[in-house]
């Protein structure tokens, strides 16, 4: 099955591709946002795994070019960013699975080629309640969302310095 990798990432996306391939995929890699929608209206894929965060684009973009028309593709958006806002943002837009880095790479195969892809379930209840830290980020992601990635437009909602919120942006999300 043709199969798009898109990840800024150079050696994690030819490290992913290598190990799709091995597994029988058709693999192609885009390594921008630009890259993958000429790919994606050249030969549409079958398969598509989308990082978050490309450069300094949002693959949350992709996944309508990927879904819709006539030749969806079962899309998983796999990042190292991960929240509930876009988790739930990626199913919306028709991503089939939402994957955190780590991944390993059963996991993205598995994702990619269950029968129950193209109609995910309902996301898991946490386990315990949020912490004020990690409702923090995952406010400051739905927002950043909402504003298609523009900080400066983050920061004026939000109503904190643009610097601010680059510095929070750059630490890793907050476990629960």
């Known amino acids: 099955m043709r199969t798009l990798v898109v990840e800024d990432d150079p050696v994690f996306s030819e490290v992913l ?5 091995r597994r029988g995929f058709d693999v192609t890699v885009a390594l921008t946002c630009e890259q993958a929608t000429a790919l994606i209206a050249s030969s549409p894929p079958d398969l598509a795994v ?3 965060r490309i450069g300094s684009g949002s693959g949350l973009t992709l996944i309508p070019l ?5 030749h ?3 899309t998983v958006v796999l990042t190292g960013y991960g929240s509930i806002a876009t988790a739930v943002e990626a199913v919306k837009l028709g991503a089939s699975q939402y994957l955190t880095k780590p991944a390993d790479i059963e996991a993205i195969v ?3 080629t269950a029968p129950d892809a193209q109609a995910p379930g309902p996301l898991p ?3 315990r309640p949020l912490s004020v830290k990690r409702v923090e980020w995952e406010h400051i992601q739905r927002v950043l ?5 523009n900080i400066s437009a983050t920061a004026r909602a939000l109503g904190v310095h643009r610097r601010t919120l680059q510095r929070k942006l750059q630490k890793r999300p907050v476990r629960r």
Not at 17 to 21: H, P, V
Not at 145 to 149: I, P, R
């Open 17 to 21: 591709a290598t190990a799709l391939r």
């Open 50 to 52: 989308v990082d978050l």
């Open 66 to 70: 990927l879904t819709r028309g006539s």
């Open 72 to 74: 969806p593709a079962r």
């Open 110 to 112: 598995a994702a990619l």
């Open 125 to 127: 209840d946490a386990p």
């Open 145 to 149: 969302t909402e504003n298609q990635g």
